[in-house]
């Protein structure tokens, strides 16, 4: 009997050494495949011009990419976003991203309200769309046969449409936690809101909806609506979106998305319940891989169908 125990507990012991190896070489070998999928991504940094002043951009190039995107930035005084571009490009996207305008070794004037100018002005919506426009022209010059796409959060949901309505070259567009009402709508929101997290828990969606259509203007300025280019667009769109977000009123921009999609816009959206204006984590950029990785298939599909005809 205590032959058999010894030979049960050295059978246990061998095994538990044998499961903590395999278990060790595929951690090993995980993390092995990770390295080799940051080592084999290229990075070139690559300076371009936009109205008369000097854009500096880092362009990552993974082995066989499936895609190209730009991302555009939101209103804060942003650098190249390094870690979201590795993480685009691991997953087989050209990503270009660039200091904006005005910021990190990028020329020209930063404007928002850290500098106490207005960031969503009519003409400085418009100057940076043009800037991102020419992000498109270099990635474009990169690898011409790439669907290109823009992907961008917040104050890049005025922006982005510009420069999908004016750049053929734009074939596809994802959109975080970004407005499609207009920069007046979306600043009497933000006002009335005034960063309180529990605001949702103290008002309901008529509060809102009341408040944004009657509140007064603080500023006055030529209002951006990106329906205006939304209504002009043919090229996939996708949409995600915090409830809990108190920066823009989320059910009113999906009720302006569904009427759009009425009209035969190819247009879609995702809402996630927990989440609130920052929708950059790992499910919604996991889903938006996803979406450009199919949408841009669709497209390439439907380029070769054009030559066969």
């Not at 961008?152 to 449409?161: K, R």
């Amino acid at each position: 009997m205590k032959l058999i125990n010894h030979l049960l507990l050295l059978f246990i012991f061998t095994t538990l050494i044998s499961c903590n190896k395999s278990s060790i070489q595929e951690g090993r070998q995980s993390t092995q495949e990770k390295n080799q999928s940051i080592d084999s991504i290229k990075t070139e940094n690559v300076t371009f011009e936009s109205e008369g002043i000097k854009l500096a951009s880092t362009i990552y190039s993974p082995k066989n990419p499936h895609s190209a995107i730009v991302i555009v930035h939101g209103s804060d005084q942003v650098p190249r976003m390094t870690k979201f571009a590795k993480r685009l490009a691991q997953n087989d996207i050209l990503v270009l991203t660039y200091d904006k305008r005005g910021v990190g070794e990028s020329g020209g004037i930063y404007a928002g309200p850290q500098v106490g100018t207005n960031n969503i002005s009519f003409e400085n919506l418009n100057l940076l769309a043009k800037d991102a426009s020419s992000a498109v022209n270099v990635i474009h010059k990169m690898k011409e046969d790439l669907p290109i796409g823009l992907i961008g959060a917040s104050q890049a949901g005025w922006i982005i449409p510009i420069v999908a309505n004016k750049n053929p070259l734009v074939e596809f567009m994802v959109l975080l936690s970004s407005p499609t009402i207009t920069t007046l709508e979306q600043l009497r929101f933000q006002f009335y809101t005034n960063g309180r997290t529990d605001f949702w828990e103290n008002h309901t969606e008529e509060d809102a909806r009341e408040h944004i259509k009657n509140d007064s203007d603080r500023y006055q300025f030529k209002a951006t609506d990106p329906k205006d280019a939304l209504k002009t667009l043919s090229i996939p769109g996708l949409w995600l979106f915090g409830e809990k977000d108190i920066q823009i009123p989320v059910k009113m921009c999906i009720e302006q998305l569904n009427t759009l999609k009425l009209k035969n816009k190819p247009f879609e959206y995702v809402l996630f319940p927990s989440l609130g204006h920052n929708t950059n984590k790992k499910e919604p950029i996991d889903i938006s891989v996803n979406w450009i990785k199919q949408k841009s298939l669709n497209i390439r599909s439907g380029k070769e169908k054009n030559i066969l005809k």
